[in-house]
């Protein structure tokens, strides 16, 4: 089970911090990452980070602004968000990647937290 917190309504040009939580299982051999979906939009790529942390990916739109990272010993991934902006609300997913394919892509996640809002006002 993944429980994502940290969300929650933060001015433009704010700066928040998610964590995602595995719990009953470990999945530190597992690369993981994180997605969003904004209202009448499909969930999209946002960050990506190896088992290891040692190659990170990153969506354009936050490339610069956003980083992520883990800490397999606590079971725990974040994503740290700064110079945030209006188009970056969305409910923010984190996941569990099994499968062999792209980073980007939701299929190739098979474990999905239930989502935390995040609301950036202009």
């Known amino acids: 089970q993944l429980v994502e917190s940290g969300g929650g309504l933060v001015p433009a040009g704010g700066s928040l911090r998610l964590s995602c939580a595995a719990s009953?299982?470990?999945?530190?051999?597992?690369?993981m990452g994180w997605f969003r979906q904004a209202p009448g939009k499909e969930r999209e790529f946002v960050a990506a980070i190896s088992w290891n942390s040692a190659n990170t990916y990153y969506a354009d739109s936050v490339k610069g602004r956003f980083t992520i990272s883990r800490d397999n010993a606590r079971d725990t991934m974040y994503l740290q968000m700064n110079s945030l902006k209006p188009e970056d609300t969305a409910v923010y997913y984190c996941?569990?990647?099994?499968?062999?394919?792209?980073?980007?892509?939701?299929?190739?996640?098979?474990?999905w937290g239930q989502g935390t809002q995040v609301t950036v006002s202009s």
């Open positions: 996941a569990v990647k099994t499968d062999l394919g792209s980073y980007y892509y939701t299929t190739q996640y098979r474990y």
């Open positions: 009953g299982r470990t999945f530190s051999s597992r690369a």
